[in-house]
């Protein structure tokens, strides 16, 4: 019955989002989709087609706690009464193309400042890193030819990279933010969708399974991108294709490593049979150190927490990672070792009703006044998407990118503004 549900659910939601891309802005559907896949879907394909699978309780237990999880998540998102009305984006190019460009160089002067600045000072820079996501948003509106090309170029930058480092989070986040402004600005078939869809899926299936041998050629010794291009090469072929779609999921390499890289459901079992049978619960105060760590600054708190700390993941799993190694618990995760399977669920409901109240009043106060802010959300809640981020990184994030988004709107949007309405005086004269 609850594997019935968590099915049901995720196809659900997975058909809203798709029904609702190009017609809304689905954060919510997307978010959602993404914590049943990772939490249960994921999970259950791993009991399921392998019998020697990692996790750490029983089938029933595991599934059952992570799909009411799940379930109180999404009534918490939904019980906001004010949902987001149909998004009619109007946008004037120039100041698209302004915004778009402005973003870029702010975050190629942040890549560049890296190397030169204390170490103390690169958590922050890193947002304005990223700022190169809500810039190329900005251009998809911009009728400009030259920022097409712009775009084209970021975007073939963003997939090298992601591809030949064999670290492709960022980019899969990227292109699913790209595809939802790409088709509110123009029309995309429902037939288009999902062909996209399937051959990201190929895509993906294929390439995890090639990776762990290919970052074991890669990862061990300096290549340079030419050795990573002819590696990858030699690892995909003809057979790795036609292995994605062997139908004896036991034996499918390519399934498995997917299935594998997805379950988040592996860490949060195991901080389920970890605590508290040997460590006990926090009762809140971690949560409480969560929050204190992420609203303080590090030079006003120097021993504040550090993000997917390994000494604190051995503690709560019991399973040994070296100081090379970063992992993350999970939000559900976190939210266990605090308060337990009751008070999950009544926290993930809280969690839930928190953001969407927070996204809503972001809607409301910005992006319903000035359309381009919509930019802002993926920049804003890009660490509330991935349901493998603990709750630390989730609000650390947070805090920080509205510090960014409000600095920007201080000081550049008024040169922004400025410099269009001068150019718009030159030629009406």
């Given at each position: 019955?609850?594997?019935?549900?968590?099915?049901?659910?995720?196809?659900?939601?997975?058909?809203?989002?798709?029904?609702?891309?190009?017609?809304?802005?689905?954060?919510?559907?997307?978010?959602?989709?993404?914590?049943?896949?990772?939490?249960?879907?994921?999970?259950?394909?791993?009991?399921?087609?392998?019998?020697?699978?990692?996790?750490?309780?029983?089938?029933?237990?595991?599934?059952?706690?992570?799909?009411?999880?799940?379930?109180?998540?999404?009534?918490?998102?939904?019980?906001?009464?004010?949902?987001?009305?149909?998004?009619?984006?109007?946008?004037?190019?120039?100041?698209?193309?302004?915004?778009?460009?402005?973003?870029?160089?702010?975050?190629?002067?942040?890549?560049?400042?890296?190397?030169?600045?204390?170490?103390?000072?690169?958590?922050?820079?890193?947002?304005?890193?990223?700022?190169?996501?809500?810039?190329?948003?900005?251009?998809?509106?911009?009728?400009?030819?030259?920022?097409?090309?712009?775009?084209a170029l970021i975007f073939l930058q963003t997939a090298i990279s992601s591809?030949?480092?064999?670290?492709?989070?960022?980019?899969?986040?990227?292109?699913?933010?790209?595809?939802?402004?790409?088709?509110?600005?123009?029309?995309?078939?429902?037939?288009?969708?999902?062909?996209?869809?399937?051959?990201?899926?190929?895509?993906?299936?294929?390439?995890?399974?090639?990776?762990?041998?290919?970052?074991?050629?890669?990862?061990?010794?300096?290549?340079?991108?030419?050795?990573?291009?002819?590696?990858?090469?030699?690892?995909?072929?003809?057979?790795?294709?036609?292995?994605?779609?062997?139908?004896?999921?036991?034996?499918?390499?390519?399934?498995?490593?997917?299935?594998?890289?997805?379950?988040?459901?592996?860490?949060?079992?195991?901080?389920?049979?970890?605590?508290?049978?040997?460590?006990?619960?926090?009762?809140?105060?971690?949560?409480?150190?969560?929050?204190?760590?992420?609203?303080?600054?590090?030079?006003?708190?120097?021993?504040?927490?550090?993000?997917?700390?390994?000494?604190?993941?051995?503690?709560?799993?019991?399973?040994?990672?070296?100081?090379?190694?970063?992992?993350?618990?999970?939000?559900?995760?976190?939210?266990?070792?605090?308060?337990?399977?009751?008070?999950?669920?009544?926290?993930?409901?809280?969690?839930?009703?928190?953001?969407?109240?927070?996204?809503?009043?972001?809607?409301?106060?910005?992006?319903?006044?000035?359309?381009?802010?919509?930019?802002?959300?993926?920049?804003?809640?890009?660490?509330?998407?991935?349901?493998?981020?603990?709750?630390?990184?989730?609000?650390?994030?947070?805090?920080?990118?509205?510090?960014?988004?409000?600095?920007?709107?201080?000081?550049?949007?008024?040169?922004?503004?400025?410099?269009?309405?001068?150019?718009?005086?030159?030629?009406?004269?």
């Amino acid at each position: 019955m609850t594997e019935a549900l968590l099915i049901i659910l995720f196809f659900f939601f997975l058909y809203r989002l798709i029904k609702n891309i190009g017609k809304s802005f689905p954060l919510f559907d997307l978010v959602i989709v993404l914590y049943l896949l990772q939490y249960g879907i994921a999970p259950l394909l791993e009991y399921n087609i392998d019998p020697l699978n990692s996790m750490s309780i029983s089938k029933e237990e595991y599934i059952s706690f992570a799909t009411f999880s799940c379930l109180a998540f999404i009534i918490g998102l939904f019980s906001v009464k004010n949902k987001f009305k149909k998004l009619e984006i109007t946008v004037s190019s120039e100041l698209a193309s302004n915004l778009g460009r402005a973003f870029l160089l702010i975050a190629l002067f942040g890549n560049l400042a890296v190397f030169f600045l204390p170490y103390s000072l690169r958590a922050i820079l890193t947002f304005f890193v990223i700022l190169k996501s809500p810039g190329v948003f900005c251009l998809i509106y911009s009728d400009k030819k030259l920022d097409k090309i712009i775009i084209a170029l970021i975007f073939l930058q963003t997939a090298i990279s992601s591809i030949l480092n064999a670290m492709l989070i960022e980019f899969i986040v990227f292109t699913v933010f790209f595809a939802m402004f790409y088709s509110l600005r123009y029309e995309v078939s429902t037939k288009l969708k999902y062909t996209i869809i399937a051959i990201g899926i190929l895509f993906l299936s294929v390439y995890q399974g090639v990776k762990q041998e290919y970052r074991e050629n890669t990862w061990e010794e300096e290549i340079g991108w030419q050795g990573k291009v002819a590696i990858l090469t030699d690892l995909i072929s003809i057979d790795s294709f036609t292995a994605a779609f062997d139908s004896d999921l036991d034996n499918n390499e390519s399934i498995v490593q997917t299935v594998h890289r997805l379950n988040q459901g592996w860490q949060t079992s195991m901080v389920v049979n970890h605590v508290p049978k040997y460590v006990d619960f926090e009762n809140g105060s971690a949560l409480k150190d969560d929050i204190l760590s992420s609203i303080m600054p590090r030079f006003l708190m120097p021993n504040k927490r550090v993000v997917n700390d390994y000494e604190r993941y051995n503690h709560y799993t019991g399973y040994i990672l070296n100081d090379q190694t970063s992992m993350s618990v999970g939000v559900i995760g976190d939210f266990y070792l605090n308060f337990g399977f009751n008070g999950t669920l009544v926290s993930m409901f809280v969690f839930g009703f928190f953001m969407a109240k927070v996204c809503l009043w972001f809607y409301k106060k910005y992006i319903v006044k000035n359309p381009i802010d919509l930019v802002w959300l993926p920049f804003i809640f890009s660490y509330f998407i991935r349901p493998g981020n603990e709750f630390y990184m989730v609000l650390n994030h947070l805090i920080k990118a509205f510090i960014i988004f409000f600095l920007v709107r201080k000081f550049l949007y008024p040169y922004i503004y400025k410099r269009l309405a001068l150019k718009s005086s030159r030629l009406a004269s």
